[in-house]
């Protein structure tokens, strides 16, 4: 059984099938030669694209930011789910008529829609036409360990933290009902803390400030899960967007195509499982720690070849008196010689791996220092020996021992590098991931991961 601490938890359902049958316009479906040109039967669903009305989808979006009992207020709860009814109506194809919305459920509330440990079948069941219908469920709130059975729990607005295993709403109950609607696929995410902690402070105050231990639920048959926090870590906010960091990752993701277009997309229009992945793993860690100076990254469990977002909406741009100038400038030509220059200090970076390696012996001294100044200003955090209260952090980056480029995009390339820091009295080793940012006048570090 995996043991999660201060997870947020999103559950990704999808109906095993064999691949001939798979819908590749819904949620949760591989996609595949085999699945594009065969034909579908007369009775099953028929394929759909976002920019088209899904009538049969069914979705629940819960919004707990209020709570009795003294709990600090999950601040941006509402939002998330404002957010996320925008990214089932207006890109998921969902009907608003279709979406059951709760702000502020009690357990009461909660259980009439999602059944209890004796009877699944409650308003969402009634809701849902087997076999045909999509299903969504998004949860934000606070969620609570079981101090006595060590299981995840839905925390209800009018529920006692220190007794969820009788007033909360277990996330294994909620998986286990979702299971038996026979929907066409399903999808589940919850944005919550599971540790007794949270980003508003501790829940649970007659348990010792630590971290409680809990463990994952039983995933059904063909359920794909992503933990957005592993280990210790804590779920964060997003402060300037008022959103759940996760959730803002998350929507960029989905709503703008950003996992499609970005790094590890493929820019085909949709948006699968690994290409999320892959986008929460280069944005959402980086902002947790920019943000927070706290680690904070997902972990994704499923085929990546599952389609999140069949068809990708990209917002229009409002129009601009003028247009920005371009970066990078037009290269031109030296008379003197037949290659392409740029004006200033540092040579248009080429395509290749060996065409930034040899950038990187050119000039690794300026290298080195962009390096150095950006470690001093935000990589610190990154490095320290010890436990509290006998922390020893990280002062200055002593050496580099070794730079390896592994990776071309643009006017960027991305550096695995070897160290010594010193602080505390102590000198250690470490490694990281470096994005370089080449300007005609400038090296800059972009963002540092591990």
Same mark, same amino acid.
């Given at each position: 059984?995996?043991?999660?601490?201060? &997870?947020?938890?999103?559950?990704?359902?999808?109906?095993?099938?064999?691949?001939?049958?798979?819908? +590749?316009?819904?949620?949760?479906?591989?996609?595949?030669?085999?699945?594009?040109?065969?034909?579908?039967?007369?009775?099953?669903? $028929?394929?759909?694209?976002?920019?088209?009305? =899904?009538?049969?989808?069914?979705?629940?979006?819960?919004? =707990?930011?209020?709570?009795?009992?003294?709990?600090?207020?999950?601040?941006?709860?509402?939002?998330?789910?404002?957010?996320?009814?925008?990214?089932?109506?207006?890109?998921? #194809?969902?009907?608003? #008529?279709?979406?059951?919305?709760?702000? /502020?459920?009690?357990?009461?509330?909660?259980?009439?829609?999602?059944?209890?440990?004796?009877?699944?079948?409650?308003?969402?069941?009634?809701?849902?036409?087997?076999?045909?219908?999509?299903?969504?469920?998004?949860?934000?709130?606070?969620?609570?360990?079981?101090?006595?059975?060590?299981?995840?729990?839905?925390?209800?607005?009018?529920?006692? $933290?220190?007794?969820?295993?009788? /007033?909360?709403? +277990?996330?294994?109950?909620?998986?286990?009902?979702?299971?038996?609607?026979?929907?066409?696929?399903?999808?589940?995410?919850?944005? +919550?803390?599971?540790?007794? /902690?949270?980003?508003?402070?501790?829940?649970?105050?007659?348990?010792?400030?630590?971290?409680?231990?809990?463990?994952?639920?039983?995933?059904?048959?063909?359920?794909?899960?992503?933990?957005?926090?592993?280990?210790?870590?804590?779920?964060?906010?997003?402060?300037?967007?008022?959103?759940?960091?996760?959730?803002?990752?998350?929507?960029?993701?989905?709503?703008?195509?950003?996992?499609?277009?970005?790094?590890?997309? /493929?820019?085909?229009?949709?948006?699968?499982?690994?290409?999320?992945?892959?986008?929460?793993?280069?944005?959402?860690?980086?902002?947790?720690?920019?943000?927070?100076?706290?680690?904070?990254?997902?972990?994704?469990?499923?085929?990546?070849?599952?389609?999140?977002?069949?068809?990708?909406?990209?917002? &229009?741009?409002?129009?601009?008196?003028?247009?920005?100038?371009?970066?990078?400038?037009?290269?031109?030509?030296?008379?003197?010689?037949?290659?392409?220059?740029?004006?200033?200090?540092? $040579?248009?970076?080429?395509?290749?791996?060996?065409?930034?390696?040899?950038?990187?012996?050119?000039?690794?001294?300026?290298?080195?220092?962009?390096?150095?100044?950006?470690?001093?200003?935000?990589?610190?955090?990154?490095?320290?020996?010890? =436990?509290?209260?006998?922390?020893?952090?990280?002062?200055?980056?002593?050496?580099?021992?070794?730079?390896?480029?592994?990776?071309?995009?643009?006017?960027?390339?991305?550096?695995?590098?070897?160290?010594?820091?010193?602080?505390?009295?102590?000198?250690?080793?470490?490694?990281?991931?470096?994005?370089?940012?080449?300007?005609?006048? +400038?090296?800059?570090?972009?963002?540092?991961?591990?």
């Amino acid at each position: 059984m995996i043991r999660l601490i201060a &997870v947020i938890f999103v559950a990704l359902t999808a109906v095993t099938a064999p691949a001939s049958a798979l819908d +590749a316009g819904r949620l949760g479906a591989p996609v595949s030669g085999a699945a594009r040109s065969t034909a579908r039967s007369p009775t099953a669903p $028929p394929a759909r694209t976002a920019d088209q009305v =899904n009538r049969d989808a069914v979705a629940v979006i819960i919004g =707990n930011r209020s709570y009795s009992h003294g709990l600090p207020e999950v601040r941006y709860a509402e939002n998330d789910a404002r957010a996320v009814r925008r990214l089932l109506i207006e890109t998921l #194809g969902y009907r608003d #008529g279709n979406i059951i919305d709760l702000r /502020n459920a009690s357990q009461a509330e909660m259980l009439s829609v999602f059944g209890n440990a004796a009877d699944h079948r409650g308003k969402l069941w009634a809701w849902v036409k087997p076999g045909v219908s999509d299903v969504f469920v998004y949860y934000s709130g606070h969620g609570v360990p079981g101090l006595r059975d060590r299981r995840g729990y839905l925390l209800p607005v009018d529920a006692d $933290p220190a007794t969820p295993e009788i /007033n909360g709403v +277990a996330l294994d109950l909620l998986l286990a009902n979702l299971a038996k609607l026979d929907a066409r696929s399903t999808v589940v995410m919850v944005e +919550a803390c599971f540790s007794g /902690n949270s980003a508003a402070g501790w829940l649970l105050r007659s348990a010792s400030p630590v971290y409680v231990l809990t463990e994952a639920p039983p995933r059904p048959a063909g359920m794909s899960v992503i933990t957005a926090a592993q280990g210790d870590q804590v779920a964060s906010w997003d402060d300037p967007m008022r959103l759940g960091l996760f959730t803002r990752h998350m929507l960029d993701a989905l709503l703008q195509g950003a996992a499609d277009s970005g790094r590890g997309g /493929n820019g085909d229009g949709t948006v699968t499982l690994g290409e999320l992945e892959t986008y929460l793993d280069d944005e959402l860690t980086y902002s947790a720690r920019r943000l927070h100076r706290r680690m904070q990254r997902a972990s994704v469990l499923g085929d990546p070849k599952s389609v999140l977002v069949p068809v990708i909406h990209h917002p &229009v741009a409002p129009p601009v008196a003028a247009a920005a100038p371009a970066w990078p400038p037009p290269l031109r030509t030296d008379p003197m010689t037949t290659s392409p220059t740029r004006d200033g200090k540092y $040579p248009p970076l080429g395509p290749t791996l060996a065409d930034a390696e040899t950038f990187t012996r050119l000039h690794r001294d300026d290298l080195q220092e962009a390096i150095e100044t950006f470690y001093a200003r935000d990589g610190l955090v990154w490095d320290q020996r010890g =436990n509290p209260p006998q922390v020893e952090f990280a002062e200055r980056m002593a050496a580099i021992d070794d730079l390896q480029v592994v990776q071309v995009a643009g006017n960027t390339f991305d550096l695995a590098i070897r160290y010594r820091w010193i602080g505390g009295g102590v000198t250690d080793t470490a490694a990281a991931m470096m994005r370089i940012a080449v300007a005609p006048d +400038a090296l800059s570090v972009e963002k540092m991961w591990r």
